[in-house]
């Protein structure tokens, strides 16, 4: 059975920082092209951050470049996503998400997904 384990999220100030984790199971992570995305309130779901199995490719949505980073451990079969000068416009929930190729996931489709968790940037 697939299961996703996501944490990290929480309150942070404008220009502040965290960290997401997602550590999955169930699947063979490492074969699998895995990604973030976000949904804010009244908004589309929208892909933020995207890493080819090995990772030595990723990809951003323009508003998140040069802040956010993408990686992943699979020998941990764990994904991260280290953000940094949070702004208040990244409040949204973050998802993992998972697909067995990089173009399916830039296409918006996936085989497994997270339960998310919420990031709130607020003074």
């Known amino acids: 059975q697939v299961h996703f384990a996501e944490s990290g999220g929480g309150l942070v100030q404008p220009g502040g920082s965290l960290r997401l984790s997602c550590a999955a199971s169930?699947?063979?992570?490492?074969?699998?092209?895995q990604s973030w995305y976000r949904q804010a309130p009244g908004k589309e779901r929208e892909l933020v951050a995207i890493?080819?199995?090995?990772?030595?490719?990723?990809n951003y949505t323009d508003s998140v470049k040069g802040r956010f980073t993408i990686s992943r451990d699979n020998a941990k079969n764990t994904l991260y996503l280290q953000m940094d000068s949070l702004k208040p416009e990244d409040t949204a929930v973050y998802y993992c998400?998972?697909?067995?190729?990089?173009?399916?996931?830039?296409?918006?489709?996936?085989?497994?997904g997270g339960q998310g968790t919420q990031v709130t940037v607020s003074s």
């Open positions: 998400a998972s697909a067995n190729t990089y173009t399916r996931l830039l296409s918006g489709e996936y085989d497994y």
């Open positions: 169930g699947f063979t992570f490492s074969s699998y092209a």
């Open positions: 890493i080819t199995r090995a990772g030595y490719i990723t």
